[in-house]
């Protein structure tokens, strides 16, 4: 009964260990934005006819896309990650859902009219939404490989975020927003995945080999 006790007390603070770290990375991820928040919304924004736009509606339409697909992309190429495929799938309908739940609610409730004057759908930021969603799950999957893997899409979803700003379409309040609504909707995922699936015993991912017949990929879900 006392080992049992014991055992449990540990599995416990691993788990509080895990949020924690989970947490920070959430927190420094939104505060590499935070610089700029005091600009931006000074005065009540006016349309401006004369403004011109960076050709067209820029990279950052790609980039948001960018950590969410190297999730997949480095699972497909056999790095070992900490789900398995049906988590992982489930993990990301789970955490997209939320994020597109919570951003467009909050686009329909509060009006915030963008800076170039094109609509009222300015907060929050849903490229950088997606882009840090994206991107924690990318930290969490391949975190134990190398955390610079996780670094290397927060890199991206801050330059989805800056890029935002740049072209006038968002104020640096709502990217910031976006921002904590990714991480935060990532995580949800998570716990989502948790509750219908349970926790991942071990790893099952992709291999690659090579036979007389070609290259071979096996997926075991």
């Avoid at 055992?7 to 700029?36: D, F, S, Y």
């Avoid at 896309?65 to 992309?73: C, L, S």
Wanted: with cysteine.
């Amino acid at each position: 009964m006392a080992n049992g006790l014991v055992l449990c007390l540990n599995v416990n603070k691993k788990e509080i260990a895990r949020m924690t770290i989970r947490l920070r990375q959430c927190v420094v991820a939104v505060v590499m934005l935070m610089p700029g928040v005091g600009f931006g919304q000074t005065t009540a924004p006016t349309v401006n006819n004369d403004y011109k736009r960076f050709h067209g509606d820029g990279i950052d339409n790609v980039l948001q896309y960018v950590p969410t697909v190297a999730v997949f992309g480095l699972k497909v190429c056999g790095v070992k990650t900490g789900t398995s495929w049906k988590k992982r799938l489930t993990v990301s309908v789970a955490s997209f859902a939320v994020n597109a739940g919570v951003t467009y609610a909050l686009k329909r409730t509060i009006h915030e009219r963008r800076p170039d004057g094109t609509d009222n759908r300015s907060f929050p930021s849903g490229h950088t939404s997606i882009a840090f969603c994206g991107a924690t799950s990318l930290m969490h999957e391949y975190y134990k490989v190398s955390p610079w893997i996780g670094v290397a899409g927060y890199a991206v979803a801050t330059t989805v975020a800056v890029d935002r700003v740049r072209r006038n379409r968002h104020h640096w309040g709502d990217v910031v927003a976006g921002a904590a609504i990714g991480c935060l909707s990532a995580e949800a995922g998570y716990l989502i995945g948790d509750l219908i699936l349970g926790k991942d015993k071990k790893n099952d991912d992709v291999s690659l080999a090579v036979s007389p017949m070609g290259l071979e990929l096996k997926m075991q879900l």
